[in-house]
């Protein structure tokens, strides 16, 4: 077993919620990063107009936004996706 996937939230994921990824190329995944960084800002957003404005909430946004990236480099790496000259 999957010691990453044994915790009880993501072993009730289905078993190929992260595909895409490495199956979406990279002018398809555009889209879906750009409307990450929308749902981050907003959530960002409502947290300070909700008064929690402070570094941990900056942080917390910039790490999840970045969560993404990174999770797509590690994962289209070790499927063999090997272009990321204009990204990084």
Known sequence: M???LSHPVLASLPEH????????KG????????GWVALVFVA???????G???EFVTFLGIAVF??????RIMVGS???????????
Do not use: K, Q, Y
């Open 2 to 4: 999957n010691l990453f």
């Open 17 to 24: 919620a992260f595909d895409f990824l490495f199956t979406t």
């Open 27 to 34: 002018p398809d995944f555009l889209p879906i990063f750009m």
């Open 44 to 50: 960002v957003l409502v947290m300070r107009l909700s």
């Open 52 to 54: 929690c404005d402070n």
């Open 66 to 71: 970045e969560g993404l990236g990174v999770a």
């Open 78 to 88: 070790a499927h063999g996706m090997h272009r990321w000259n204009n990204l990084i």
